[in-house]
């Protein structure tokens, strides 16, 4: 019996059957594999210091069933601003889509005084028309910033409501580690095709943002 077929077994292989100096290959081919990434990259936003917002007016559209949306150190202007997003319909002619979110959070301190875990009234929104909570209440200490994502389902269709997920974590004003988990719809049945990102006030002054299609 040879090595390799069914039965051989490790006791068939002799001291000197193999020369673990040498160099072997395999000839034959594979069948049945195809290239499956689960996340293709579309576009990147790299602030450049002084941005009023990101906006992503290409690349949302009916190729992908979901989209991703990558943070990764944003840095605001103003400590206390909260990350927050405008979705449009019209490739970014028009915003206004009506939207219900939540929004819970969790925090520690650097002090370690503080622990909290709640629901955020204050910063839910039911068909708010306007910008849409997300993000933590960020601090603008240079060393300072939030990181996350936010995933968009099936933004080209036209039978359904929006919905999304989020999840960020950033140092917010105070030296607090703040989590913020968010979720909602944007209660539309047209297509979107664009989402704005900024901050509550004060401008974008570091990170990036990318953009990702999900296989």
């Keep these: 019996m040879a090595f390799g077929e069914v039965g051989t077994s ?8 193999l020369n673990l100096a040498g160099t072997y290959g395999f000839s034959g081919t594979v069948s049945g594999l195809a290239d499956e990434t689960p996340l293709v990259l ?14 992503f007016t290409s690349g949302i559209d009916s190729t992908y069933k979901e989209y991703l949306f990558v943070f990764n150190n944003i840095h605001v202007q103003n400590a206390g601003t909260i990350l ?4 449009s319909t019209d490739g970014g002619s028009s915003y206004g889509v009506a939207t219900t979110n939540t929004y819970v959070e969790s925090q520690h301190n650097e002090a370690d005084n ?10 839910d929104q039911a068909q708010n028309t306007g910008l849409i909570y997300f993000g933590t209440a960020g601090d603008a200490d ?6 996350g994502i936010l995933r968009l389902y099936n933004p080209s269709s036209t039978t359904f409501v929006k919905h999304y997920v989020s999840a960020i974590q950033g140092m917010e004003n105070g030296d607090i580690s703040t989590l913020v988990l968010g979720a909602g719809y944007i209660n539309t049945t047209s297509a979107v095709n664009t989402m704005r990102f900024q901050l509550t006030s004060g401008e974008i002054q570091g990170g990036t943002i990318d953009l ?3 296989v």
């Design 42 to 55: 579309i576009s990147t936003f790299t602030s450049d210091g002084s941005d009023s917002n990101a906006t």
């Design 10 to 17: 490790l006791s068939k292989i002799k001291a000197n059957s």
């Design 142 to 147: 240079n060393d300072a910033s939030m990181s």
């Design 114 to 123: 503080v622990a909290s875990l709640s629901y955020d009234g204050d910063k």
């Design 84 to 87: 927050a997003f405008h979705p």
């Design 212 to 214: 990702f299609g999900v």
